[in-house]
């Protein structure tokens, strides 16, 4: 009878344990999660550049500036309202000390930089904690293009504009001599489970895969 007892409640365990991770890994698609996240970090960039261009063609690089230090946060939070999820750009070379990598974004970085600079733009992913997925992480690089050359390029061809604006407010600049398709830094995000659920589902709507 004791036996009986005791071989119930083991299988109870078992089965308990297994449904609890079945549940687990069901509040989470990893196919699905990198999908809304190259689709998020699109409109981003595509933001971004877009304010970049549009800032150095009326205003000249001066203007600009504020782009890349005052808009780049600001986009950022606008996307980081959605449930769990939350984006940021990051770099091995910050210009400002806001962008400092974690430990993850620190090797994912340093992977980027240490491959070829004439292949197009890569994409990383990482899954925090034991069996189930609370915490997903994914970086997408950002390659140096010829526009951002005038800020993070040779400094010794910046206009005299760019020369006194970064010269002001970031007196020491590691974030200069880039080349051409350098990797510049990536997009950071982070989304959290199951929040996060809600979000992909607004940001990919038809597009998701169902299992
Ligand atoms: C007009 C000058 C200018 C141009 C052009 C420019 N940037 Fe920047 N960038 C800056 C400034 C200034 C900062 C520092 C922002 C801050 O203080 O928040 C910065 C910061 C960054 C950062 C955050 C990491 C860091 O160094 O602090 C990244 C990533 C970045 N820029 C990428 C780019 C890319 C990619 C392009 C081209 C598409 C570009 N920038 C074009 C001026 C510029």
Redesign the pocket.
Known sequence: MKKALIIAITLFLITGCVEKRVEKQDQFDSKNAAAACEKLIGQFQSA??KE?VTA?TDGG?GK??S???LS??LIADSFSTLPGFSIR???L????Q??VPDKFEDSILTLFASLENDQPQRADSYIEGDESPNRYRYMKE????Q??L???GDPDKFSKE?KEA?AL??PDDP?VGYKLGDS??AFSITMVFPEANQTIEKILGQEKVEK
């Open positions: 971004l550049k970049l150095l690089a600009a500036i782009v890349c230090n780049a946060p750009r990051v770099s070379k910050q210009r400002n806001q962008f950002i390659k140096t293009g526009v951002c005038n800020c993070h760019v970064l407010d970031y974030a510049r830094g």
